[in-house]
């Protein structure tokens, strides 16, 4: 299994900008569906972006379309979120996480998590 650990989050005030980097282990790591999930306190985990192993199909929340872009590079097995003007309300734990099986779009099919990066927006 591959192997995942986030970087990159911090405090920022609102309509500031951050970059999370999620490093992953395995020489397989580009065949992988990729994603950017978070959670809130006392509020179930959401997805925010996902990416297929190639990157040429995203998909984006709602809430974050226009305002956050994700990116893999496959030479160094690393996926990215550039955050940009950045409301107190994308507060929340984001984590990193992988899937092979189905659709990239569906959450349900991401089966692997990094720890974690907390990102707080004030």
């Known amino acids: 299994h591959v192997q995942l650990v986030e970087s990159g989050g911090g405090s920022v005030q609102a309509g500031g900008s951050l970059r999370l980097s999620c490093a992953a282990s395995a020489y397989t790591y580009s065949s992988y569906c990729m994603g950017w999930f978070r959670q809130a306190p006392g509020k179930g985990r959401e997805v925010v972006a996902t990416i297929y192993p190639g990157g040429g199909g995203k998909g984006y929340a709602d809430s974050v379309r226009g305002r956050f872009t994700i990116s893999r590079d496959n030479s160094n097995n690393t996926l990215y979120l550039q955050m940009n003007s950045l409301t107190p309300e994308d507060t929340a734990m984001y984590y990193c996480?992988?899937?092979?099986?189905?659709?990239?779009?569906?959450?349900?099919?991401?089966?692997?998590w990094g720890q974690g990066t907390q990102v707080t927006v004030s």
């Open positions: 996480a992988a899937g092979r099986r189905g659709s990239c779009y569906a959450s349900g099919n991401y089966n692997v």
